[in-house]
């Protein structure tokens, strides 16, 4: 469901955040600094422009400004094709701008990258190949055709046709370099606010079924004691109603009924109440409740407990963080996923840390993708064995990354490895083959009974009735 969800809001065209009166106030600015330069041009360095065409040419984009601020309400949003519109008109008059003042001569000619920039930010790959590929003809066109700068004694200012190729060519590599640069950058940056989005409903959507947990568990003790009475009841009426069998048949209903429902609250109240003892719990009914969606898909999930560096030491008791929680059960679930027919889940702990170990006897992660493990939207093709073994899956790479997310918010690194067990060897070490999750808090950071983290215990207060 997240995935799906995410998916949907990384479709949406990037074009239709922009506010068209973002993109008015960005002409505008343009619009000042060409007249600007035009004005300095001619008054200051005495130059002999064709300022009629070159006063029409940006008066163009004046009227255009004035009829997008008067017909379109302020809040309008821009989408692909109008966005792309807007970007090709400002390419081409700055282009035209140029042709009547000197073309690749013009050191302004520079600002053709603008357009370009703007369109690998916020439009489609299409849009900003059209928008690259007309700068390039523009910038070619201007090398060869344009007006040259002539000052107010006649003499026509032309850079050698050598410096003219240089300018042609960095131009050219600066669109080309400028454009996949701002595309790439743009795209990781949609891509991980996206995956942030993902990681913030995962983590509410865990938050949710906890405090759910919780009001169910409380309805499950307050209902207790009412149950407890009918059926107590009850059994004193089967008890007197010996001689009316019709009577004695209505109370044990009622006594089996009773029985049922608090069979009912009972089960529905095994996630846990709202309780100070139930804010903590072992380490190890922390990774039992992390695994057990994935307890019966198949797959053998082993718990080894215990294997503490130093022995003295007794399990640790852990806040029952939702975060923690949910973290743990995508790696889990990648596991599953992935095994041939073993899970294994290790837990170890001293003084100063606490670490779980998650392996599986699949074939591990690929070796050029080790680097990549907890980016969001990661895609590789996928082999052909790969998808008959297992056709129903399409991973991103989101699961693994909200994993991560989550579990360094609660304070802990992460590492991903491919291989057998370091720690065990002969047959053992043969089978766990497959991937390597290592995941290490500061025991202070989850220790519920000591330092800063530690869970206050109270007094359970009375149910009022």
């Known amino acids: 469901m997240i995935a799906s969800e995410v998916g949907l809001l990384h479709g949406q065209p990037r074009s239709s955040w922009i506010r068209l009166r973002t993109m008015i106030l960005l002409r505008w600015v343009a619009i000042a600094g060409q007249l600007t330069a035009i004005t300095i041009a001619t008054q200051v360095f005495g130059l002999q422009l064709e300022i009629g065409l070159c006063l029409l040419t940006v008066g163009i984009s004046v009227i255009g400004n004035l009829v997008a601020i008067f017909v379109f309400p302020k809040s309008k949003r821009l989408s692909e094709f109008e966005n792309f519109m807007m970007v090709l008109f400002d390419l081409l008059q700055l282009a ?19 357009p370009v920039t703007i369109s690998a930010t916020v439009l489609g790959l299409r849009a900003t190949v059209v928008i690259g590929s007309t700068a390039i003809i523009l910038v070619t066109f201007l090398a060869m055709f344009n007006i040259p700068l002539r000052t107010d004694q006649g003499l026509i200012l032309r850079i050698p046709d050598f410096f003219v190729f240089g300018n042609w060519s960095a131009i ?8 996949a640069y701002s595309r790439r950058i743009s795209s990781e940056i949609q891509s991980m606010n996206d995956a942030l989005v993902a990681t913030q409903m995962a983590l509410s959507r865990e938050q949710k079924l906890t405090d759910l947990g919780g009001v169910v568990a409380a309805a499950a003790h ?6 407890a009475t009918i059926k107590l009841a009850s059994s004193e009426l089967v008890e007197e109603l010996e001689d009316h069998p019709s009577l004695r048949e209505d109370a044990d209903l009622i006594r089996e009924q009773a029985d049922r429902c608090r069979d009912i609250l009972r ?10 003892h139930l804010r903590q719990a072992p380490l190890s009914a922390v990774l039992n409740e992390a695994a057990e969606p994935h307890m019966h898909r198949g797959k053998l999930v082993h718990f080894e407990e215990g294997l503490n560096l130093c022995h003295d030491l ?13 973290g743990l059960r995508n790696l889990i679930q990648n596991a599953v996923d992935f095994a041939r027919a073993n899970v294994w889940i290790e837990s170890t702990w001293s003084q100063n840390m606490i670490s779980v170990r998650i392996m599986d006897d699949g074939r591990g992660y690929p070796p050029q993708m080790i680097g990549r493990i907890g980016d969001p939207f990661v895609r590789r093709r996928r082999s052909e064995s790969d998808r008959k073994a297992r056709p129903e899956y399409e991973g991103m ?23 057998s067990d370091p720690y065990h060897s002969g047959t053992v070490r043969s089978e766990r083959r497959g991937a390597i999750v290592e995941v290490v808090w500061p025991r202070e ?12 215990i109270g007094r359970n207060q009375p149910i009022e009735i």
Do not use: C, W
């Not at 950071?445 to 206050?456: F, T, Y």
């Open 96 to 114: 035209f701008l140029l042709y009547l003042t000197g073309g690749l001569s013009n050191p302004f000619a520079l600002l053709l990258l603008g």
């Open 172 to 179: 050219i590599i600066a669109i080309i370099f400028m454009g």
């Open 222 to 227: 307050e209902l207790g004691t009412p149950l």
């Open 267 to 276: 089960d529905m109240g095994r996630a846990g109440k709202d309780d100070l």
């Open 314 to 326: 007794p399990q640790p008791s852990v806040l029952r963080k939702p975060e923690m929680i949910h």
């Open 397 to 419: 790479g989101l699961g693994l990354f909200i994993a991560k997310t989550l579990l360094e918010r609660s304070g802990a690194e992460l590492s991903f490895a491919n291989g």
């Open 445 to 456: 950071k989850i220790d519920a009974l000591v330092g800063e983290n530690a869970v206050p």
